[in-house]
T-cell receptor, first 114, second 113 residues
């Protein structure tokens, strides 16, 4: 079974530029999560999709971050414009449902904003 | 604000000893509890989940849950150098689809030979 795929693995941009990350969850997983993990901290949930609907985006900075999951499969997270404090690892995870089942994480995208 | 608290460490344990990692949470209604292991530069991977009070054992790992005291712990027996990693405690506050999992900041564990 293929795992969660993410690209790119690394990205370096200057502040005020835009960037997009892509995630393909495990086949058949209805729930997809985007997390932000700053060095030394635990992952912070940015947005949670159930199929192609948003379940929770309460911690997503909507003035600069956007995400979509068209057709309920893969997803894109965008930052525009980026700030220095957005430097972090962006993790995508999926699970077979919203609840207590295991979340499988992708390898992450390490973003550096200069 | 629902919180999950962990001692950041580092926790240094000699090889072969028992490593004990602790986590407390603020939401008394929390229902599902997870321990993830994260190696440096890698993504988290689930090692234990626990849903009811008591102990749950899986190989060298034992998760312990005490809902009355609002803490969950992870014991690693016969610690190996490969156990050196950051251990993240995660809590799911409820059963509804609106519940979102909350991660602690993690405890860094170092197993010394």
């Amino acid at each position: 079974e293929a795992g969660v795929a993410q690209s790119p693995r690394y990205k370096i941009i200057e502040k005020r530029q835009s960037v997009a990350f892509w995630c393909n969850p495990i086949s058949g997983h209805a729930t997809l999560y985007w997390y932000q993990q700053i060095l030394g901290q635990g992952p912070k949930l940015l947005i949670q999709f159930q199929n192609n609907g948003v379940v929770d985006d309460s911690q997503l900075p909507k003035d600069r971050f956007s995400a979509e999951r068209l057709k309920g499969v893969d997803s894109t997270l965008k930052i525009q414009p980026a700030k220095l404090e957005d430097s972090a690892v962006y993790l995508c995870a999926s699970s077979s449902d919203w609840g207590g089942n295991e979340q499988f994480f992708g390898p992450g995208t390490r973003l550096t904003v200069l | 604000q629902k919180e999950v608290e962990q001692n950041s460490g580092p926790l240094s344990v000699p090889e072969g000893a028992i490593a004990s990692l602790n986590c407390t949470y603020s939401d008394r209604g929390s229902q599902s509890f997870f321990w993830y292991r994260q190696y440096s530069g890698k993504s988290p991977e689930l090692i234990m989940s626990i849903y009811s009070n008591g102990d749950k054992e899986d190989g060298r790992f034992t998760a312990q849950l005490n809902k009355a005291s609002q803490y969950v712990s992870l014991l690693i027996r016969d610690s190996q150098p490969s156990d050196s990693a950051t251990y993240l405690c995660a809590v799911l506050p409820g059963y509804s689809s609106a519940s979102k999992i909350i991660f602690g900041s993690g405890t860094r564990l170092s197993i010394r030979p």
